[in-house]
């Protein structure tokens, strides 16, 4: 996407997630300074969190980040992204509570 990104991350159990985003952002900015001649703010000084709940949770956002370039019609425009089909986009954490199809079933 050219002005946003999603991610599904499963940072370490001792790294807080605003640390590991903010990882992500300095090391990112750095090298575009360093290594593109990019002098201009790149990053949004904040970022939208959404924990995930369950397995059923998780997919549903793996499916919306897959799906997104597609809808905004730039699935082609962008080699390296999720939605060329080219990449693999991880299954639900091992840890993360599995959905039994109880639970599904008496949520309707």
């Not at 002005?3 to 807080?16: G, K, Q, R, S, V």
């Not at 969190?49 to 597609?70: F, L, S, T």
Request: glycine residues 6%.
């Amino acid at each position: 996407m050219p002005n946003h990104l999603h991610l599904l991350l499963t940072p370490a159990y001792e790294i807080p997630l605003e640390r590991a985003i903010q990882f992500i952002k300095g090391g990112f900015s750095y090298r575009a300074k360093r290594e593109l001649g990019f002098n201009g703010p790149i990053w949004q000084p904040s970022f939208t969190e959404h924990r995930i709940k369950d397995a059923e949770d998780y997919a549903k956002h793996r499916e919306y980040v897959v799906q997104n370039p597609h809808r905004a019609g730039l699935a082609r425009d962008y080699p390296s992204c999720s939605a060329t089909g080219r990449y693999e986009v991880d299954d639900a954490p091992p840890a993360l509570k599995r959905t039994s199809i109880d639970e599904l079933v008496s949520r309707r």
